[in-house]
């Protein structure tokens, strides 16, 4: 157990909605990054809050947003969902910006999309 | 861009050989790498890690090379074990005024009884 927490593990939808995925990320972390994988492919880099504040972005469409919160834990909302929008999504921690050290991976949700 | 979707490349091992995965990375300004291991329907787990100082890093049954001149990673497992069976990825943590893992498309390791 990384100790990082996403729910919900599972999520169906169709096409055109809206869902939001949360990340508890480990207790003491203060970054959290959002990564997509579709099937069979790599970790695509979205997004990274540090403390509060957005960090860095990667390959994350407009349709897609994230926050952080004060509490620390995070939030992935996905909106206009299509088709292609179908994936694991997997949350991230690291105890700093990232410098020098592991990122602890959640378990993933993994959202279909009908 | 980054990640360009690839069918994963796989490779197959007796169990009890040694494994070697191997690993491009793309930005000779990264300067720590990390091997992740990938079960099944599971999250990436943290194996091993390496700085850009160093050219070599052991652990428990796992060894890491960086030849920064080339910009390449190999992950060798020593006695690979069915339990290995998995997908593994190498992260190049990058900074271009902030941190992101950056992974590579990964290699599926496959542990033939």
């Known amino acids: 157990d990384s100790g990082v927490t996403q729910t919900p593990k599972h999520l169906i939808t169709a096409t055109g909605q809206r869902v939001t995925l949360r990340c508890s990320p480990r207790?003491?972390?203060?970054?959290v990054y959002w990564y997509q994988q579709s099937l069979d492919q790599g970790l695509q880099f979205l997004i990274q809050?540090?403390?509060?504040?957005?960090?860095a972005k990667g390959n994350i469409l407009e349709r897609f947003s994230a926050q952080q919160f004060p509490d620390l834990h995070s939030e992935l909302n996905l909106s206009s969902l299509e088709l292609g929008d179908s994936a694991l999504y997997f949350c991230?921690?690291?105890?700093?910006?990232?410098?020098?050290?592991?990122?602890?991976f959640g378990q993933g949700t993994r959202l279909t999309v009908v | 861009g980054e990640n360009v979707g690839l069918h994963l490349p796989t490779l197959s091992v007796q169990e009890g050989d040694n494994s070697i995965i191997n690993c491009a990375y793309s930005n000779s300004a990264s300067d720590y790498f990390i091997w992740y291991k990938q079960e099944s329907g599971k999250g990436p787990q943290f194996i091993i890690d390496i700085r850009s100082n160093m050219d070599k890093r052991q652990g428990q049954r796992v060894t890491v090379l960086l030849n920064k001149t080339v910009k390449h990673l190999s992950l060798q497992i020593a006695a690979t074990q069915p339990g290995d069976s998995a997908v593994y990825f190498c992260a190049e943590n990058r900074s271009s005024g902030t941190y992101k893992y950056i992974f590579g498309t990964g290699t599926r390791l496959k542990v033939l009884a």
């Open positions: 809050y540090y403390n509060g504040e957005e960090r």
């Open positions: 207790s003491g972390d203060l970054s």
């Open positions: 991230a921690s690291s105890p700093t910006t990232g410098e020098n050290t592991e990122a602890f």
